[in-house]
């Protein structure tokens, strides 16, 4: 039996391949603060993107739901450490959520929209 750190990183992997071969730069990968970790970040159009990525075995559905409140909260504060960090003008910044599963990846672009003019979020 695999390893579950290394079929992570495996499927991490996968899924990083996938978001450069649709032109999204890759700028750090398991980005760890006091806040939590955020799997990938990357950018695109003039918008940073953090990623949870999840995988297992699990069904489809069950992987949908493991992206909890607080895990979506924990994103929102590790995404904000790594934006104010950069000191980035003139981007927004997004959530994308992707699965692996059955080495088929699919994403979920937008899961929570941060209007950064207002400090406002949503939560999908």
């Known amino acids: 039996m695999k390893n579950t750190r290394k079929i992570g990183y495996d499927n991490e992997s996968a899924c990083i ?3 450069e071969n649709n032109n999204y730069k890759i700028l750090k990968r398991n980005y760890f603060t006091r806040y939590g970790e955020i ?3 990357c ?3 003039q918008t940073i993107y953090f990623i949870e990525v999840k995988s297992g075995n699990y069904s489809y559905e ?3 739901i493991k992206l909890t409140p607080k895990k979506q909260n924990k994103m929102i504060k590790a995404g904000l450490d790594f934006y104010t960090k950069i000191n ?3 981007t927004q910044i997004s959530f994308m959520y992707m699965i692996v599963y059955q080495k088929k990846i699919s994403y979920y672009e937008d899961i929570i929209t941060f209007d950064l003019n207002h400090n406002t979020y949503e939560i999908f």
Request: charged content about 25%; overall charge neutral.
């Open 17 to 19: 391949e996938f978001l």
């Open 39 to 41: 799997d990938i970040i």
């Open 43 to 45: 950018y695109k159009n």
């Open 62 to 64: 069950s992987l949908l």
């Open 88 to 90: 980035s003008r003139n």
